[in-house]
């Protein structure tokens, strides 16, 4: 893994990059059913095309985040920047969106497994990179045990170049040819290695890039004429966001910097419309009969791909429908997953701790800043997690299957549409959340079967 470049800096030393360690992985690939793994790939440019239309769709997003913005502080700020951009005018005419659709395998009561959506990540997608260099080792590891012909069934994966090929087309049709491309990085940077990867297919066009903080942003950023954004006095063309996805990110001068970059010409990854639509409850909103029509008039095809991921969702707005499903949830925790309105994993409620939170939310508004899902049963297969200064033991595991999305838009004519490429994170059962940077869940390699 080393060799490899399967790499994050340490827990101990987050910032340097002269103390490193090879990020966790599973020793081996994990079966993934094959029919499913195809499932996934073929629904991905339908959710590319649907998070780009809820990003268009100002009355949607009002009306859905409507309950939530009243209680859920973070969402607010961000739907006011929002609101704000779209009524000055977008200067941005070119978007760029990087997402990552998140399954797990459901298993029914027959057996069959089916494919249904966790989630949808609109901002900050991570692992492109260091999933693209988590194959070989895998492949070494099926050739050492012997297992030559496995080791050539694993799928060729390298999502890290298809991200950057949609950063530089975003780049290309901004059309400055000396503009760069900024990452917006967080104050601790674990997973640098990883931005690194794609950072390095953009070097290899000729793109320069730099690495800048919110605060780097707020004490030297700027608009031009035709609010044209510049870093130390540099164009940028594209901000690639890796950062800003949770409210710990923000103070206020990081939430001036935020508005200064929503409300310039340069293309965001996302902007903010598109942050908002990557939100639980447009999740569960998603979910209720006819939206999807409404959002995508005439793709009935696409609009049946994307449904038959959907597990079941559920709204805890004010009001007999939601007075109903606390009192279901409350009744039978082990059924459900509660869900706030966050990113990066490790916020999720299950069980006994769901139970205590909604008997003490159920009567509240508060109870509307979360969403309420069908808790999926995967089935699970031994594996062994490798984690620096941990124990190597057999595990019971379970996966979860990510797959990547570019598009690039420009005015109101797609330009790009792919599904680059996979991620599997695998984590033991006993671990009901939390993804790689979380702590708790490894990289992993699909075989597929």
Not at 79 to 90: A, D, K, P, S, Y
Not at 196 to 215: A, G, S
């Amino acid at each position: 893994a080393l060799l490899e470049g399967v790499l994050m800096r340490t827990a101990g030393e987050p910032n340097a990059s002269d103390v490193v360690n090879y990020a966790p992985f599973t020793l081996l690939p994990s079966a993934v059913p094959r029919a499913l793994f195809q499932q996934a790939y073929a629904v991905q440019q339908d959710f590319n095309l649907l998070v780009d239309a809820i990003s268009q769709n100002k009355e949607f997003l009002e009306h859905t985040l409507a309950s939530t913005i009243k209680v859920d502080d973070f969402t607010a700020r961000l739907f006011r920047i929002h609101t704000q951009v779209l009524e000055e005018g977008l200067a941005q005419s070119v978007f760029l969106g990087i997402n990552r659709s998140d399954y797990m395998f459901d298993r029914g009561p027959d057996g069959a497994a089916a494919l249904r959506q966790i989630e949808i990540n609109t901002i900050a997608a991570s692992f492109a990179g260091l999933t693209s260099h988590t194959l070989p080792v895998h492949q070494r590891v099926l050739k050492v045990l012997g297992k030559s012909k496995e080791a050539s069934h694993l799928l060729p994966n390298n999502p890290a170049k298809g991200l950057a090929l949609g950063i530089a087309k975003a780049w290309e049709l901004y059309g400055s040819p000396s503009a760069v491309v900024m990452f917006l990085v967080e104050e601790v940077q674990r997973n640098i290695f990883d931005q690194r990867c794609v950072e390095n297919e953009l070097w290899n066009r000729n793109i320069r890039v730099i690495r800048r903080r919110f605060r780097d942003v707020f004490a030297r950023g700027s608009l031009g004429e035709d609010r044209r954004l510049y870093m130390d006095g540099q164009e940028v063309a594209v901000v690639y966001y890796r950062e800003g996805y949770v409210p710990k990110n923000y103070d206020q001068q990081n939430w001036e910097a935020r508005l200064l970059l929503e409300r310039s010409r340069a293309v965001k990854c996302p902007d903010i419309a598109t942050q908002l639509a990557g939100t639980k409850k447009v999740q569960q909103e998603l979910s209720r009969p006819g939206t999807l029509e409404s959002l995508l008039p005439g793709r009935a095809e696409a609009v049946a791909r994307i449904r038959a991921t959907f597990a079941g969702l559920y709204s805890l707005d004010m009001g007999t429908e939601g007075d109903k499903i606390a009192a279901m949830a409350i009744a039978d925790p082990d059924r459900f997953v509660l869900k706030p309105q966050r990113e990066g994993g490790g916020n999720n409620l299950y069980g006994e701790e769901l139970r205590q939170v909604l008997e003490k939310i159920r009567g509240s508004p508060e109870r509307t800043s979360y969403i309420l899902m069908d808790k999926i049963k995967p089935q699970p297969a031994p594996n062994y997690l490798l984690r620096a200064h941990s124990p190597l033991q057999l595990s019971e595991c379970i996966s979860e299957l990510g797959i990547f999305g570019v598009y690039v838009r420009q005015g109101k004519e797609m330009v790009m549409n792919t599904a680059p490429g996979h991620l599997l994170r695998t984590k033991a059962v006993e671990h009901a959340d939390g993804g790689v940077a979380a702590g708790v869940a490894v990289l992993d390699t699909p075989y597929l079967v």
